[in-house]
Structure formats: C-alpha cells, structure tokens
C-alpha cells in the first residue's frame, strides 16, 4: 500500500525551521492523514499557542522511530487489519534554537561546528510521535511545560523522560500526552495512560501501553460490546484498570466546585495526578450544530495534571469561612487527548471553560464546558485516610482557633489560611532539614519515625507556615491518625498547649457526637506540657 | 505499640520555673508572649471557652454534614461510558 508507506529514500533525519505550516505539512506527511484532517485537528491550534510560547525554531525529525506504546497497539489490532499500516512511527524533535541538518550531522559524527551537546540539551523542548494513522496520529508527547515563575503555575506530576535520537542525549521533564486512536484507546483509557505515566514512577508499578489499559479495564467489568475497537470506558471500568497495576481506585462525587478544587490541590501537591470525567455542553445550548448536536456533547475524561493559583486572596467556605490555599485556583491543567498537554481549564463555579469548540449551522463558534461529574484518583494502597476526612478533621480545630482569634487572644494575627495536602515523610523531612527553625527541634523532627505516607495541613499567615498538623495517611480512619503539630515560633503554637487542657476539659466534648477530630488534635498539644494527656493507646 | 506521637512527648524538653514551653523548644518567650498565654488560658478555663468549643464542634459538624451530601457519588452514572 503505497499511500501508507514512508518514501523508499526517505532519511533518517531531517531538520527544518519550525513554524506551524511546517508542523502541520510534517504531520501530513509523516502518518497517512489528509492534509485537511490535521488542519481542522483541535490539536494544531494548541501546538501553534503552544510552541510559540515555548519560542520553538528547529524540528529535528527522526524517521522510522519505534515507539513501545504504538508499537503494542499495533501488535494488538493494526497488523490484523488488511491495509498494511506501518508499524514505524516519527518523532519530531523541537528546539529553541536555530540550527542546520550540516550542523547536526556535525554533532553526532563529533566534528567541530556551531553546536555541541550541551546547548542542544539546554534548547531541548521536547518531542510528539506521529503515528502512522489515517486521522488519530498525535502519538506519545513529551514537551516541557510553560515557564512556572512567571506565573502562579504548578505541575507537580512532571518526570524526566529521556530521548537519544541518532546517540544524542536529550532530557525533558514533563508528563507524556496521547491522543486517543478510537481503537485501542477513547479518552478515558488515553486519560489513564496518562496518569500512569505518573503513578508508574511514583509508585512503581508497570506502565501499561493503551491497548493493555483498555483491555485490563475491560477484563473485570465487560458492558456488552467488544472491546475492541474501544467505544469508551465507564468509571467501574476504569477502576478496574487501576486495580490492574495495583493501585486502589478512589472515585468521588465531583460536581460541588469547592470539593473538587480542594481534593484535587490535595493530591496534585503530593504528585498523585486524578481523572476527572465531565459532561461537555455547549455554551448556547439552543444552537443545533452542523454536526446536528443540540446541548451536550457527551462524557469526557481528562487527566488533571497541574493547577495555577491565579486568585489573589483565598475564598471563605461554609459557614465557618474556613480559608484553602486551593480556594486560590482559577485555572487547572489537564491533559485532554482532544486537546494536547496541560490544556487550560479555566474553574467556574459550577463548571470548566475549555478550549473544545463547536460551530452552529452559520460556522459561528459555540464554545463548550465541562461539567465535572466524578474524580477518580488512583493511589498506592498504604494511601487509607481519603483527603475529606482530613479536611473534616481540619474545620472544628480551625473555627475553634478562629473564636481565640476572635475573642483578641491572638492580637495582630489574621485569619489562617491552610494548605492541605498529601505529602510524603521524604519530602517533609527533606524541607524541615533545609528550613530554619532551631537546631535541636529540626532534630527531633528529623529523627522521628513517621509514615511513608502524610496530609500536611500547613497553617499560613503572610505567605509563611505558622504551624503545621501532619496527619497519617496510612492509617484508617477510626484510629488517631493525628500524628503531631510543628510549630514555626509563632504565638499560636505557644498558645495551644496552654489552652488545650482546658479546651479538653469542656462538656461538649461529652454531649457533641463530632468530638473526634478536635480532641485528637488538642490532646497532642494538651500532652507537649502534661504528658498524662496523652493520647493513650 | 509506640505511636510516633507518645515519643514527642517523651522528647519534649523539661519544663524550667518561669518559663512556658512552647512546641518547638523554646523555652523563655518574652514577657508579652507570657501575658497572651496566660490569657488564653483563663478564656480556656472561662465559660466563654467552653462555649467556643462547644460551637467549634456544631458548627463542624454542620459543615461536614452538608459536605457529605454533596459528596455522595451518583451511583446512577457509573456504567455510563466516556465516549466523546
């Protein structure tokens, strides 16, 4: 089949200029798709934004690439097929720099010229896959993310993936991206090899290839129809898939704005990436559109995989007011296979804004938002205390701190701001080490044994911890799984010791059924000057 | 069992005479520090503190009872597959 085949002479390396003309031609090109299908791709939209953000000017092209993850969805479905699809894709190499094909043959035979190693890595901005196919051809991508100190940004999931074209050594640290082929892959199992991609390092399990996640999903919990090709993955289906590396699925309601914005800042922090799943409806749901569409789209799942604190002050929620760290975000970043890599989701208060498009019947634009339904979170199995219980086990010690504030004892002082999130004993200790407080308290903190797993809640006030109350998430959720504070030498910490005993000792905490939570927490610090308060065993 | 917590308290440093321990070591805070605390502890012991804990606990408990409405997932929609 010739239409499906690279040119007989076609090189093992090209370089170009980049500009998106280019790109989109090489995406032509390189898989079998009709010029016109990668120009109406949402996908070449997002790269132009992308790459000119990014300042990219060179592709540097690897033919006949063999990329594992095509290469098992090929294995699995292409080569049964009797058009004859190439089992070899193409990656594409961008740069920041300018530079000749002369120049990089220069540098891989090692002669003198204007590039060397060290300067081709630092331009480095990453690579896309294309994939041999007729119209789904953005195969795995690995770009570096937006610049995060010029703007609140955060993508904590990011690792380094490694690229060596023609002996070159070539970094990037990102989260890698796929477009879903409608075969092996519809979006939910495009959004799960995705957040493999992160969890597989993190908590070291294998990294399935996305037909393996599609058929993994489909093993335990079958609906009826084939599984391949893949029409689409339910909840309990991709629960499924996560048990299948040996995670343990957390599916959680995700339609309340101050929920979902607070577990996800919770687990993002802690690197664990989440699946969201929405409903897509149009803006102006009365417009039919050419493709005859009136109101939703349909259900659509993303891997959430940054977030941008863009409000300059934290939201009060409930009636307490209890003030989030992640109250601040406006925006999320999530890896849309429809979209591309960290595609923006501007936070509403019901909904996302995305950067999914419709047109109507006049070719107007209709723009389209995503109405969270479910989160999934995939975590290591030690992971027990879910992100509400702590955040509940927060409220009663953060109004009762409030009402001291209240009453003048702490003059001077602001509302507490509190930053939760899932953290691991490595990474505290490693910030405790590196901070400032007094030598000998760094050192208990340091040599005590702790769990793999915490939730930090981290109280701020001016953009500096005033006190922290580390939680173990390993623990289950009867137990007293306050593990203990640390105090940063405000009045505060010195204050709660001392008003603990009595806090403790008030009728309430006989007569209210909620009394768990505060008790834990004032008992720890009722026991750091009367160690008989104790929390026994 | 020894809970990592019951070996802070074992830790913590020995109360000296007129001196308030604080969380993290320090042991001679300044006399206004000394006021506030002593403050704070008679609005613990005052039937003021006691009905701050005892709001503390409603109202939590309101706000987690609503939470957990808002939280309850819809089972209904489970099976319904991603497909766009």
Redesign the interface.
Known sequence: MPGLELPAATPPLEVWPYTIETLQRLLAEKSVADPRVVEDKLHTAYFEEYFNKLGAQTVLVENHYIDHDFLEDHAAYYVRCFEEYRRTCTRLHFFNIQFSEQDIHALINREVGPLDDKSLRKAYLGFVVVKPLPETIVGRTCLRTYPTHTAPRSYPITRRYEANPFGLRLRVHTLAFEEQDQVAA???TSALWTVFQGTGVLFHHAILSPVEITRAADRLAP?GTRTLPS????????ANAVRSVGLEPL???A??MH?LKSTLYGYLRGRVPVLL?AE?IFDKPLFATTEGREGT?????VAVTGYSLGHAAPVGY???G?LLRSSRIDKVYAHDD?IGPFARMGCEDTHFTTSWEEHDTLGNVIPVDAYP??LLIPLYHKIRIPY?TV??AL???D??VE??RM?G???GMKRLEWDLYLSTVTDFKREIRAGG??S??KR?LLL????RFLWRATAILDDRPALDLLF?ATDIEQG?F????????L?L????????P??L?????H?????R??DQILR??A???D?SL??G? | MTRPSDTVIESAPPKEPNSVPTINGTTTPQAELRALIEAARTWAESDAGNRAVESSLREASAMTAELDKVRRIDLKRLDEPYTV
């Open positions: 519809a979006c939910a609906i029409e689409g993955l339910n909840d309990i289906q991709m599916l959680l309601e339609e309340d929920v799943g897509l789209i349909g259900k659509h799942a409930g009636p307490s209890l429809q339904t479910v509400s955040h509940d409220i009663p010690f109004i009762y009402q001291m009453q004892l702490l003059p407080l007094p000998e308290y208990k005590q044994s702790m769990p173990d007293r306050f593990l203990r504070a640390v105090d940063y030498g009045p910490g010195a204050m709660l010791p001392a008003v603990a009595a806090a000792a008030a009728p309430a905490f007569r209210e059924k909620d009394w939570y505060l720890w610090f026991a750091q000057t160690p104790s929390p065993p």
